[in-house]
């Protein structure tokens, strides 16, 4: 057996073991640290192994493994990739390391447990992306919840508890209706399996499908916008991001929401093209609300992490936008602000974590100046503060602009409308970092704030070059992406054609 | 096809000193950072040299169009990184090469004192890098790279001195003004990818030319219309011109270099680098026209009363680009291009004088407390001097041939433009007089210290020269300023160089009641006589009689002085309303008080049901028995009626 | 000759009356004597469908019905003996902590 | 083998309780006054075991036995080892219990174990007079252990409440059999099948389904049948609430499953809908506001009885093998959070309060641990059994085109998840009040947490043995031959 | 003839009923319940199960009634308390409940049930016919009673046996201080 066959269970399950060995590990929390780095490390190199021997000119799921789980029902261990999921694997694989390292010594509470929560997020997180049974993938979806939840009710801040229970609470009520869904599916077609559901439901061979599609597709629709999350959808995000851990909210912003987008793509498009485009115009303008409300709320924000959350709503807002512009710049663009989002911000949260380690508040009137006393965390912030802007050459501006050039082919309005939260996102970020950075040190205290260690360094370094790596050479990222987008959007296109049949091109940006 | 001429590298180099700068610049002396930031600058000047002196050669082959390296694709649409030079770009090489590059020579001795050294360097540097790509792209969406750099450098240097407040709102400003007219640009770069497909110049140029031209508002003119937004954000041009005067809050070299000479001039290259568009386009080229006419003149207006030398020249500066927007929009580009190139020399020289005028005041800006320094700092008068002649139209100084070559353009299309225009000349020759004259004339006003923005620490007792750092540049640009004009032959020679990217000038129809080119030479150079003799009149011969005017003008006057308020208007009707609604409408209304609170009220209304199912569990067993039998009585009833009903 | 529907009639109107007393007598044991009078009403529905259907089996049911009602009786009133050792009453409304 | 002799083999595990249920009481005399009742309970542990093994041997012999009053088949045989693992866990939880709060160890041991003869016999009887005997053998075994605590007045309260509404409903049943006497002329369930099955089906046969599924859905703790339940799991003792919530709730299900399925009774379909419905918004709703964990878990429980009735209203195949199930998972996850609050709760049960499991979780990881398990499973997350068995069960559903229901049943689990989280937090995410000290468990109570956890991941993760045994055995269930009219023949 | 002792025996059975109801005394009711339990063996007899309606009189009116009064002369249980919330769910939902269940059942019963004109009486039920069913048919659930009555003999023994002084005490303070448990 080649190293391709199980390389994605390797990915997915490493962290998994390393969990399990850490548990039953004792309470050294120095080795426990060291053993998760490597741990991750690992898995993240392992990772690599996906976009190496990623076959880019195959639109189809690669990597397969598929193995009867449970006889009946009808569930299989099915796991593969496309283009779409590949790079948030490796975008799993590589933020986690991170996390690892910006936890080093900040954790309030037992170390082991929180190590050991964040190995088993991990599993979780790239079982939701490689998972290609549809039972699997609800198992792996609802298996991050947990992990998370507990990470923000332990090791958050102070009304971290209120944060965990809202944040698992929205997201089990979403997700019961995707579940219901899921099983309807399944009782029609007798199979959880993706494809072979997507070839039943494209070929119609699902019976009853028409008239029940609709709340099929709400059904997964309301799971994902919860997550993603989409207006008015939202609020338990900034809460769940304020109380969590440094860790947590790094991996929420760039992993989880990511599960939200990630399965819109996949199912509500993949599934149901024709209610995707019955629907797109109301959730194009849930996204721009989303887009537009996400930015004006974070400019009002008076603290750190809030705003952030904030900019996260706009930014995904973007994502959602990109998806069901449903042509191809838009949904190429989608899947790069994905991955794109998941590099600035989690790179902001990061960021914003290290100060939290420094002064133990987020609220920005507490700061002030920063920029004289910490120069080099100042430069560092800057930095990711023009990618999350979309300043070209960095990661953000090409994602905004492939999904602003697809939503305003799709609907001209909704590009305008969107393009407006560019110049907005400008505001608060830079606004914040005004008050943060510039000015005169107010508060004495920050006169003798340390400036950012080679550790935490190690942790900005790498998420800024992966930032300008996709600034300058997003052709690495998104010719893998691509004919899986295609694929994807082949249903669309088919409908397209078959509603409208005078106006089945999709613009300049349609298919090729 | 000529050799490779590896154009890629000339944004590189000063990328590369930038990075050095940036990255281990701490670490250098100031010497060193020097050296590394005009290694940047310099390196890519003598490169656009070296690319000069092959003009010949190549010039059969412009546009040349060089790729680097794939960038974007997505579907059918792709950005390269593809480098294009013609006629219009290299003439933009060079400007901004060479005055680039004097500039950075001049910051080395105005910032030898200052804190962050380095930063300043790796900053203009960085500029440098973005301007570069802004005007090599071979298509628009490279060419926004440039264009948001631009913006962020400024950005950066705007707030260099960022602990201060006013420095680094500005800073803020200018980003966020700009990023409104990229808004603009951004929607102009969808509707030509939706209808051409393509943002790459030439395809564009191809696609584009086999349209006729516009008769109503057909698409072209919507998309020169909104690329006008983006130039108007970065040329600050109405109504966004706003960011421009708060931007005299970074260091002087930098208002020099991106505020004058290079930057702000985007727009207009833009326009430009747009004419396919705009050709076909008539209803936005008048567009352009009015917002440069009206923009050109209404600057000029708040120009006369400002006291603050930098914001003289600031508003001088908005009044400037909005000749070259008024040149491009009676579609002569050239006209423009050579009103921006003059524009880039002597602007830039009355920036980097007041610079040296500041800098030997000990950071004083203000006009009022200047007066009389021709004799102590000679050198920066008479470059002033040369540069203040220029800009008001002296004859045969460099603005004399773009400024007249704009107006007589104009008044081909347009008496109304040509006028206001012609006004605009003689109220520019009047500030900028009125600025000569109570700068190095009469007598200085006495001081109390620590005044100004430019933190120098310096005594303000004597005047004192510059130092050669700044004023060799000075020379230099003092030199452009007067013959930079004649050099390139007029108006007509510089029409004709420019030819190959614009097309030959349309046959001037001698029609009845237009202006000859000699008569509006004629005019212009009237209006600079006006302006010069008004100014000499009030602040030499009767320096009461300015106050006098501004008390009989009253409201106007102080409508004037505080730039008709168009920054509080801006603050009350947009900042400040989005502000408020987004912090009480939307956070702590719709968040809080709608979505989350009808969540909460959700959750404590199922607690409230809660509370109410228990009340079921009243304790009593008797009334547990009446449940049970309520309950049987209702299965009993359904499945009679079930029975009943089979 | 008795219509065996008077008789089930007859068994109704126990039952009715047994659960009446349930519901609104107070004395536990007094209720505890209504679910016996409803066991009875059952009773005579078993015997009266047994002569209706010429089936013994009806008549067997009720011993077993009588032998489950006498466990019933020991054990209830055991509990009944219970419950009025730790709560002095044989009030039912007055055995009522465990609510809500 | 005839139906109609008698056959030992075929009620094997019956009898070998019956005898370890009366070895225990012959030997509780012979313990001291002083001496440890812990022998008397390894002897019910013994006892269970070696019902278990003698299930196995009664597996072996399938069919109809006693003139066609039990018949036994793999449907029958899940439902003993269920009961019966329910029992030894029980059993093995109670050890430390018993002792601490001096309850009477001999009828302790000895009524777990006859009503447990009582639970067995409901799930392999064909015949509705024996059901009725088993279900009052359970049913008054489940009065007195509720009571068994001498010194509770809550348990005494408990007790009464149980015993008078618990015989109410028993009349209520007994009536509906009277009905189905009168109607059918039979009482033997294959019997009625024919006579129903030849159509024309008497009116009095509805109102006697009705009147049983009153008393049916009383032992369940369906709504609106479920008022009872909060107060007398409150005041019982906590390893019996463990054992009476699972066992006799396991066998009624089982008795329901033949009662309205093998004889084909008509007309239930909604009254199953709408008791499923009430029962899982009743419970959830009364679970939300509760402080006491006990009491929480009891209306828990009558909202996972509704879930259950979710499948039966679904199909009749893939209906039962989710019954089955679901009432095996959900068996594992209650006894198991029923042991953490035996242990947990100590002396008196004084530590139910939710408030009292704050910081469980840095105080005594192990009880913390498993009960996050036996929590999460109970809110249906994945790789749990409670997931499981709610994903089956709405599929099952959905399979049957029962949509609304799915999805009250999916939004309920999802609003249930609050009042069982609630419990989580306050373990993991409050501090551990001053001066708490480490706990662990004793030996038995560790098997027997581990073991329910164990059961509970792997029906969550691996259930496809169990999956097709439940299938297999639904399958052979409605195929029963088979009345004695017909054997006879 | 035997319409008219059904009537009367009916009459007298529905009247022990209500006035068990109706009695404040338990004793009152308990000896209006064997009122009720004798009139039905009558009624048993009119249906032709001899044996039933003795082991009616003996197991119900001698040894189930006598354990009752045995219990109530016990805990010297007087009128009927007052006291403590009577309920009002018990009034509000059960009365009405009670009214419609009447109905139910007793149209269901009289109305639905098999022919309304039935051999009454017609089939003695002989002893040794019960007989033979109880030890072939039945023996199952007979021999399972076993059990059932070892549950009840524990469960009688366990809950009434005399609780230890000092545990009496207990009970009383902790109902003192209101708690539960």
Redo the contacts between chains.
Sequence with gaps: MSLNDSILTLVTFLPLAGAVLLMLSPRRDREIRWFALVITLFTFVLSLHLPAHFDSSKAGFQFETNLPWITSPNIHYHIAIDGISLWLVVLTTFLTPLCVLLSWKNIHGEAKEFFVLLLALETAMIGVFVSLDMFLFYVFWESTLIPMALLIGIYGHDRRVYAAVKFFLYTMVASVFMLAAILWLYGKTGSFDYTTVQAAIRSGQVEGLGYVAVWLFLGFFIAFAVKVPLFPFHTWLPDAHVEAPTAGSVLLAGVLLKMGTYGLLRFNVGFFPEQSRIHAPWIMALAVIGIIYGALVALVQPNVKKLIAYSSVSHLGFVVLGIFALNTAGADGAVYQMLSHGVSTGALFALAGILYDRRHTYEIKEFGGLAATMPRYATLFLFITLASVGLPLLNGFVGEFLILSGAFSAKAIYGVLAASGVILSAGYLLWLYQRVFFGKVTQPVNLTLQDITPREQAVIWPLMAAALVMGVAPSLFLQQIEPSVLGTLQGVAATAARMLPTISSLGPLGGR | MTANLHLWLIPLLPLLGAAIN?VLG?RFSRQLVSAVGLAGSGSAFLYALWVAAQYSAIKAAMPIVETL?????????RADFNFQLDQLSFLMLLIVTGVGFLIHVYSVGYMWDEGGYYRFFAYLNLFLFFMLMLILAGNY?LM??G???VG?AS?LLI?FY????S???A??KA??VN??G??GF??A???L??H??TLDYAALATKVSQLGVEAGWGVLSIIGVLLMVGAAGKSAQIPLYVWLPDAMEGPTPVSALIHAATMVTAGVYMVSRSHVIFDRAPQALMVVAVIGCATAFFAATIGICQTDIKKVLAYSTVSQLGYMFLGCGVAAYSAGVFHLMTHAFFKGLLFLAAGSVIHSLGGEQDMRRMGGLRKEIPWTFWTMTAGTFAIAGFPFFAGYYSKDMILWKASQQSMILFGFGLLTAFITSFYMFRLWFMTFFGERAPVEAGHGHDDHGHGTGHAHESGWFMLLPLIVLAVLSVIGGWMVGGGDGFEKFLTPVFGAPAEVAEAAGSLSEGAVSAMATVAFLLGFGLAWFLYVRRKRIPAQIAENLGGLYSAVLNKYWVDEIYAAVIVNP??A???SV??RG??QKI??AT?DDAAAG??Q???E????????????????????????????W???A? | MVPISYYLGLSAALFISGVAGFLLKRNIITIFMSIELMLNAVNLSFVAFAAQLHNLNGQVFVFFVMVVAAAEAAVGLAIIIAVYRTRNTLNVDQVDLLKL | MTPNEISYSHILPEVVLSVFGMLIMLAEPLLGERASRKPLGYLAFAGTLAAIAATFVQGQNPGFAFWHMVHVDSFSTFFHLLVLGITALVILISFDYVEEETVHAGEYYGLVLLGAVGMCLMSSAVELVLIFVALEISSIASYVLTGIRRKSAAGAEAALKYFLLGSFATAFFLFGVAMMYGATGSTNIPEIAVALGKGNIPGLVYVGMALMFVGLGFKIASAPFHVWTPDVYEGAPAPIVGFMSTAPKAAVFAVMLRIILQTGAPGWLYLIWGSAVLSMTLGNLGALVQNNVKRMLAYSSIAQAGYILVAFAAAPQEGTSAVMFYTLCYAAMNVGAFAVITFFSGKDERLVHLDDFSGLGTTSPLLAFTLTIFLLSLIGIPLTGGFLAKFYVFQVALKANMVWLTIIGVVNSAVAAYYYLRLVVVMYMRPAPEGAVRVSAPLPMRLALLAAAAATLYLGILPSGVLNYTEEAAAQMLAAPATKVVAEQ | MELLLFWVFAAICIGGALNLLAQKHPINSALSLVVVMASLAVEYLLLGAEFVAAVQVIIYAGAIMVLFIFVIMLLNAGEEPHGGKTSMVAKLVGIPALAILAVMLVWSLGTQAGGSVAVAGAEPGPPQVIARLLFNDFLLPFEVTSVLVLIAIMGAVVLAAPLKPHHAEQILEHLKSGGQN
């Design positions: 940036g701490k390296a794939p960038w974007i694709q997505a579907g059918s649409f969406l926004f790279i264009w948001e750099g962020l950005y707030g960022f602990t201060k407040d420095a680094a709102n800073g803020k980003f966020i990023r409104i990229d808004f951004l929607i770069l969808f509707l990818i939706q051409f497909g989005m502000v609604i987004s912090r939307l956070w719709v968040d979505i989350d969540l199922a607690n049901l809660s509370d199912v228990r009340k079921m569990q009243s304790g009593n067993i008797r009334s547990y028995a009446a449940w049970v039998t309520a309950g049987a009585v209702v299965v009993i009833g359904y499945m009679m079930m029975g009943a089979r």
